[in-house]
């Protein structure tokens, strides 16, 4: 059974950074695309940002230059280092695991950016 698990999100202050972790299990973690994706109320799930098995990395325009994603395979783990966050990153953050044929997905932290 696969499961992806997040972790890190909290409440933040505009200008602050948190760093979110989705620990994988169930799967061949380095074969699998990883991304991160967030929903906020009332909006649709958008890609945040996305890293393939050999590391190339994809942005939204929103986050560029303020986000980056990162893996270690040897831990199953991909990482979100978020920095100068403002109250429109608020949302849910979800992980979400990908190869051909499979699609996975996390349940969410949740991630709050207000003074």
């Known amino acids: 059974q696969v499961h992806l698990v997040e972790s890190g999100g909290g409440n933040v202050q505009p200008g602050g950074s948190l760093r979110l972790s989705c620990t994988a299990s169930?799967?061949?973690?380095?074969?699998?695309?990883m991304g991160w994706y967030r929903q906020a109320p009332g909006k649709q799930r958008e890609l945040v940002a996305s890293?393939?098995?050999?590391?190339?990395?994809n942005y939204a325009d929103s986050v560029k230059g303020r986000v980056t994603i990162s893996r270690e395979n040897a831990k199953n783990t991909v990482y979100l280092q978020m920095n100068s966050l403002k109250p429109e990153d608020t949302a849910v953050y979800y992980c979400?695991?990908?190869?051909?044929?499979?699609?996975?997905w996390g349940q969410g932290t949740q991630v709050t950016v207000s003074s």
């Open positions: 890293i393939t098995r050999s590391g190339s990395t």
């Open positions: 979400n695991a990908d190869r051909e044929g499979a699609n996975f």
């Open positions: 169930g799967i061949i973690f380095s074969i699998y695309a």
